[in-house]
């Protein structure tokens, strides 16, 4: 049977090699498109999107939030539960610094730095969630659990709706 095609990014080989199960999803990649085009195009909800947001506190100290597509990340809830003064979205040339990744194809497997990860613990209730998997319009299905296994991602409550 053939296999279907997609790049070998960073992000596969991180998953590969902590042998976590993954489907691989291609989709046609617009600026500014964002977790409503990728659900759109691969008819999934947009609720099951993931996005890796690459931030960093006053120190400055980058971290990655992951988030639901139709969700934003209130960055006041999330400095105070991680005890800084204020948590603030880099810009595009500082999160391809700390992660390897352009902005619309980042993902939290296989990252250039090794930094925390929090994720919204909603996330966590669902069956299987989509995430980029390290380059733009390309996108893995894996279970949830595997955020917490590989990456001891620590599970928060800064969601609101954007």
Do not use: W
């Amino acid at each position: 049977m053939h296999r279907p095609r997609y790049p070998i990014t960073p992000a596969i080989r991180f998953l590969r090699a902590k042998r976590a199960d993954f489907r691989a999803f291609i989709y046609t990649y617009t600026d500014h498109g964002g977790a409503r085009q990728a659900a759109r195009e691969l008819d999934i909800p947009e609720h099951g999107i993931v996005k890796t947001l690459v931030m960093e506190t006053d120190d400055p100290s980058p971290l990655l939030v992951l988030m639901h597509g139709d969700q934003a990340v209130s960055t006041r809830q999330l400095a105070r539960l991680i005890g800084t003064k204020k948590v603030i979205p880099v810009r595009p040339e500082k999160a391809l610094y700390y992660t390897g990744y352009q902005v619309g194809g980042i993902s939290p497997f296989g990252t250039r730095q090794n930094m925390p990860v929090y994720v919204q613990t909603t996330i966590l209730e669902l069956k299987t969630i989509y995430i980029n998997g390290g380059k733009r319009g390309f996108i893995v299905a894996i279970d949830p659990d595997v955020l917490l296994q590989t990456l001891s991602a620590i599970p928060v409550s800064v969601a609101v709706f954007s």
